[in-house]
């Protein structure tokens, strides 16, 4: 098998071999950096995850002598599997792409790795950006010192975290007033995600109004119908006439997600926000 080729070729057509092979090169000293990156970037699809090359990212991370940009795309590889393991549980193994053991020793890694301040910036906001994946305990802490920090990465990074950890919903709505399009569209999708329904009026400002940055806006198309799903369908009916394919799509995703939440016993009041978090 060639490396270069499996990288180009879609996940679902990897042959079953591939795992074995990405695993060689994780623990390959003598690969390239261009290498790893690709064996990095791969490990993390779901078709191919398991404790092996769980536990290689995870050993990766942690290693002083590889690139900080590795290290970092290795930690944030096993953000999936570690979400999917929070959701899932660990009573049916078929259920998860880890075992129960894995699961712990990368959090555990992760939580010291970032308890020590001396590691790499970028590493240190990967490890946390990966680990709120599967919420800990520690977690709010350390989002709260990072939302703290002067440093637009580290905000960035508090902003990113905030969608998986609850309790920081006037964090939430503050960011949604930055400057900086990375943060605010990470705001939105954290609004979203805590389904704060304080945000509402700034969501549907950036769907009505035109000139709306495209990544901000299907953003808010998301948002919006996590938000108020009854109200959503019909503010964005409108934007099925947009000549972008991506809007048109993010909006037919979102209309569909919107319709499934019809089909529940849905309480438009339970959506507001208590602020109190």
Known sequence: MDLNVLHATDPWDWPKETPALLL????????????????????????????????????????????????????????????????????????????????????????????????????????????VRAPQAWHKDAIRAAYANSDTDWELTAVFCMRFVHGFKKQILKALESNDTDIHCEAICAAGDSEAGAAWGHI??????????KSLLLAAIEAAVQIRPLEASALLTGLLNSDDEDIIDGVNEAMAMAGDVAGLDYDEDEKQDDDRD
């Open 24 to 131: 060689e090169v994780l623990k390959n000293e003598q690969a390239t950096e261009d290498e790893l990156l690709k064996a990095v970037e791969m490990a993390g699809e779901f078709c191919v995850i398991n404790d092996d090359l769980a536990l290689a990212l995870v050993a990766i991370v942690g290693m002083k002598d590889k690139p900080e940009r590795i290290r970092g795309l290795s930690a944030i590889a096993l953000g999936p599997a570690l979400e999917d393991a929070d959701t899932y549980g660990f009573e049916d193994p078929d259920d998860v792409p880890i075992s129960e053991a894995s699961f712990e020793t990368i959090q555990s890694t992760f939580q010291t790795l970032f308890a020590n301040t001396n590691l790499p910036k970028e590493v240190r906001r990967r490890v946390l950006e990966a680990s």
């Open 204 to 213: 549907e400002g950036l769907i009505t109004q035109t000139g709306t940055e």
